[in-house]
């Protein structure tokens, strides 16, 4: 029922735990382009591995990790396919969340069996894609030109957005590392927050961010990766660049 977070990069950190709307077990966590988690897929009962849990647990869950503690998690629309054992979700680049699988048997199971083997696929809307924020998404315009990013290189997006008031402060330039996911575990997840130095509009509706790319392989390994433009908590659709 609870869940711990910790800061790696403080000499001196400490596990902190808060604790969810509803246990948790065998779920997955994703970095959402604004850098909320969402918390989704899992049960509520046993433990991990085949059919050793029970009791789905049908509700995503947002985790605002800037937000004060108490006002930390919110509970999403939930499905109605439970998402045992070997099930998996994935960020896209539309900013949609892909969720597929599950499978607690030993053998593809699909009758005779609490849990059957799943094969539907779904597909989730975070709360960034209601219609009602539809005027505040970005949407960056491509360049088929583009050469691989450099450590510590400044590079330009230039995108089109229908609101005219801005704020530079409003934008952030995120980029997304996808993940490799299986049993739980999401090895090289990461999103990281590039620094925006200038921000200017070159046209009507169209704009122009530039961002730096981050400075080491340390933060940032060799590879591609999917960058995001956000504006008032709204992601524009992923752009795939590579930073070598």
């Given amino acids: 029922h609870d869940c711990g977070r910790i800061d790696i990069t403080n000499p001196k950190a400490m596990w902190r735990k808060e604790m969810m709307p509803a246990p948790r077990i ?9 850098g909320d988690i969402l918390m989704i897929n899992g049960a509520k009962k046993g433990t991990s591995g085949l059919n050793y849990a029970d009791d789905p647990n049908l509700v995503p869950v947002l985790y605002k990790p800037e937000n004060p503690i108490t006002k930390r998690f919110t509970e999403l629309t939930p499905t109605k396919i439970p998402r045992m054992y070997h099930s998996t979700s994935a960020l896209l680049p539309d900013g949609k969340i892909l969720v597929a699988g599950s499978n607690p048997n030993y053998q593809y199971s699909f009758n005779g069996v609490k849990y059957p083997t799943e094969l539907r696929v779904e597909k989730f809307y975070p709360p960034y894609l209601d219609p009602f924020l539809a005027l505040n998404r970005p949407f960056i315009i491509p360049d088929l030109t583009r ?43 990461r999103l ?14 169209v704009f122009q961010v530039v961002a730096v790319a981050p400075p080491t392989a340390k933060i940032a390994p060799p590879g591609y990766y999917l960058v995001f433009l956000v504006h008032r908590r709204v992601p524009s659709p992923g752009v795939w660049m590579q930073i070598s």
């Fill in 147 to 189: 050469k691989p990013l450099e450590y510590g290189q400044s590079f330009t997006i230039q995108f089109k957005l229908r609101k005219l008031d801005l704020d530079q402060a409003d934008f952030q330039v995120t980029m997304y590392a996808p993940p490799f996911t299986t049993h739980g575990v999401s090895m090289n997840q």
């Fill in 26 to 34: 065998m779920g997955d966590m994703l970095i959402l382009p604004t």
């Fill in 192 to 205: 990281l927050v590039l620094a925006i130095r200038l921000f200017f509009n070159v046209g009507p509706r």
